[in-house]
């Protein structure tokens, strides 16, 4: 762990292969399949739950709240209501919008990747199709 200065302010610069170390979290719950997505889908702004899961194919409801409030809970998304009508909106916090670049590259390359992959398991793929 190291303390350096980034532009103006000072941070922390921690090291990801420490066992102890607390970025872990924060990678875990950045990488995890479905925030890889719900990262891509709010990346141009807020959407309302009912969005969110249309746009995820195959998240049910039960998952998609559970990793909505992971990702809130590690500040990676604001969770806003507004009473009328009343409607629910995700949307990125500025912790979260640093992610959009990263994953996109990510989902690109996974969207690229599929053949190469199929080719060397002998058509399956991690999903099984």
């Not at 990346?43 to 990793?67: C, H």
């Not at 080719?119 to 399956?124: F, K, S, W």
Request: net charge negative; hydrophobic share 40%; aromatic share 4%.
């Amino acid at each position: 762990m190291t303390d350096l200065l980034h532009g103006s302010r000072e941070v922390t610069l921690f090291d990801v292969y420490a066992a102890d170390c607390p970025a872990r979290d924060l990678l875990s719950l950045a990488t995890g399949r479905w925030a890889v997505l719900v990262v891509g889908a709010l990346q141009d702004g807020p959407l309302r739950f009912g969005a969110l899961r249309r746009r995820l194919e195959g998240i049910s409801a039960k998952v998609l709240t559970e990793k909505l409030r992971e990702m809130e809970d590690g500040g990676l998304l604001d969770r806003r209501v507004d009473d009328r009508p009343l409607a629910v909106h995700y949307e990125l916090t500025p912790l979260g919008r640093g992610l959009v670049e990263p994953l996109a590259a990510l989902r690109a390359w996974a969207e690229t990747s599929c053949d190469g992959a199929r080719d060397r398991t002998g058509g399956a793929t991690a999903t099984g199709g």
